[in-house]
């Protein structure tokens, strides 16, 4: 389901993402590999127009994996070893952006961000399709939430 679809089901954590999504501006993108390793790598992200857009090189590795395989994780990046602001995983499928209206916003997402956008049409736009969320904190506050379409919200113990 897409970004808007996402936080109507599961708020808590749609929330907690967005928060930590538009202060950090960059997420941990993991991708298969055509040999079946996995790749991470950092990547930008923007919240616009009820999406989560990730946009990438043309022609990078990492898109040549989505375009391969769609299947991913975005992963927020830890702060340090308690990371207060806590880990949103955002697993799903990414879907390439061809739609000009569509891309168009991305572009102008960027452009208020970071006064600075891609050229059309050298670079990949993607949206995702989130299939399953979790927030985990650490710290005092020691908190896991996750989230699927079948099972819905859950708090989950906290390990050890």
């Not at 207060?84 to 000009?100: C, F, H, N, Q, S």
Request: contains cysteine; charged residues 30%.
């Amino acid at each position: 389901m897409r970004w808007s679809e996402f936080a109507a089901a599961c708020p808590e954590i749609a929330a907690l993402a967005e928060e930590r999504l538009r202060s950090d501006e960059l997420v941990l993108v993991g991708t298969i590999r055509e040999d079946g390793s996995p790749r991470i790598s950092p990547n930008e992200v923007d919240l616009a127009a009820g999406e989560l857009f990730f946009g990438m090189m043309w022609q990078s590795r990492k898109a040549r994996d989505l375009a391969r395989d769609p299947r991913c994780v975005l992963h927020s990046v830890p702060s340090d070893r308690i990371n207060p602001g806590g880990d949103v995983k955002l697993y799903g499928r990414a879907v390439e952006v061809r739609d000009p209206d569509l891309r168009r916003v991305y572009r102008e997402a960027i452009k208020a961000r970071i006064d600075w956008q891609p050229e059309e049409p050298n670079y990949h736009c993607f949206v995702l399709d989130v299939e399953r969320a979790a927030f985990v904190v650490f710290g005092e506050r020691r908190e896991v939430l996750a989230w699927d379409r079948a099972r819905g919200l859950r708090h989950l113990p906290f390990p050890g």
